[in-house]
């Protein structure tokens, strides 16, 4: 019973912004979600209920319905859709997002970001917003309050792509083919990828979601290798030999794992995809809701600045290298 309060927040939240998204369908659900979940962060009255009875509904919002929502992700992925894009392209998305990542981690530790920020923020910009910050913080074990900036970062930039780069696509001289490629490379969210993708019609945009989906095939790759990385620092530091050892592999990225799998080798009906992705859009939503209401706007821009100014260089920066990957495959 504890946990229905801030459930039923996070729930009003979301029908918010299905009414919202209605209206607007220009606007994705999810990216209302944030901006709903930051409106509750700020009203005065909800301050101390945000940090006592409807903490453990939002709690469970932001990590372990995330976290499902994660592994129902793993069936939008086909391994034969991804094959099918060719060598060059595969090895191109790989190289974007390796710098991607790398260089974000970099920006955010040379700004002296607090905690794992950076290592949040470069898993959200390289790979798939805040389905990666979720899995990361799974192996960084980091709290609510550290998830929210990078989420509504990522988030923030995403929404930020729908609007840019449309206006892009005739001054750049891309065919609709490489604007579906360079929207799937560059643009963090599902959601956001078919929003800008879609303005150059449905070839284009069938290419950029198997090429943003192969960027999402590497979330486990990566959160693997943070993993190993943590423990390995783990048995060499004295102080934290005696700790909990981070996971190497999340037990819901196995699970995405093989939700990939059998969206490969099933044949799934269409009825049923139909109905993950329907949960899943739901699940993303309550736990958006839920890290939206965690910021407190006034303390982000007094204490979070910097990692405002590393978000927007991270999403130039993937920008500019997907751009140049797609221009250097398919020109």
């Known amino acids: ?32 979600c944030v901006v709903v979940g930051l409106v509750i962060g700020q009203l005065p009255a909800l301050q101390a209920p945000l940090d006592g009875p409807l903490k453990p509904g939002l709690a469970l919002s932001s990590r372990r319905l995330l976290r499902i929502g994660i592994v129902l992700l793993g069936l939008k992925l086909s391994l034969v859709d991804i ?13 974007v ?3 991607t990542f790398f260089g974000t981690l970099l920006m955010g530790r040379l700004a002296k970001l607090p905690g794992d920020q950076p290592l ?6 390289a790979i798939c ?8 913080a799974a192996v960084t074990r980091s709290r609510q309050s550290e998830i929210a900036v990078p989420a509504a970062l990522v988030t923030l930039c995403g929404s930020l792509a729908i609007a840019v780069l449309p206006l892009l696509h005739g001054p750049l001289g891309l065919s609709d083919l490489q604007f579906g490629a360079w929207a799937g490379a560059s643009v963090h969210d599902v959601g956001q990828v078919v929003a800008v993708a879609q303005t150059a019609g449905a ?33 060499e530091d004295a102080d934290a030999a005696s700790a909990p050892r981070p996971p190497i592999v999340p037990l819901f990225v196995l699970g995405f794992l093989a939700a990939m799998l059998v969206r490969t080798f099933v ?26 209401s965690a910021i407190r706007v006034v303390s982000l821009v ?11 260089a991270s999403w130039v920066l993937v920008a500019v290298l997907a751009l140049g990957a797609v221009t250097l495959t398919t020109g």
């Open 1 to 32: 019973m504890r946990l229905l309060p801030g459930l039923a927040v996070a729930a009003a939240g979301l029908g918010v912004a299905f009414l919202v998204h209605l209206l607007v369908p220009a606007l994705p659900v999810l990216t209302v």
């Open 83 to 95: 094959v099918d894009l060719g060598v060059p392209m595969l090895v191109a998305v790989l190289a």
């Open 97 to 99: 997002v390796v710098l």
């Open 120 to 125: 949040l923020l470069a898993a959200g910009f």
């Open 129 to 136: 917003g805040v389905s990666a910050i979720g899995a990361m």
């Open 203 to 235: 070839s284009a945009l069938a290419l950029a979601i198997a090429v943003k989906l192969t960027r999402v095939l590497l979330l486990a790759p990566l959160v693997a290798g943070v993993g190993v990385y943590r423990r390995l620092r783990a048995v």
């Open 267 to 292: 044949p799934v009906p269409e009825s049923v995809l139909l109905a993950a992705d329907v949960v899943q859009t739901v699940l993303f939503g309550l736990a958006l809701v839920a890290l939206g």
């Open 302 to 312: 007094r204490t979070s600045g910097r990692a405002l100014l590393v978000g927007l």
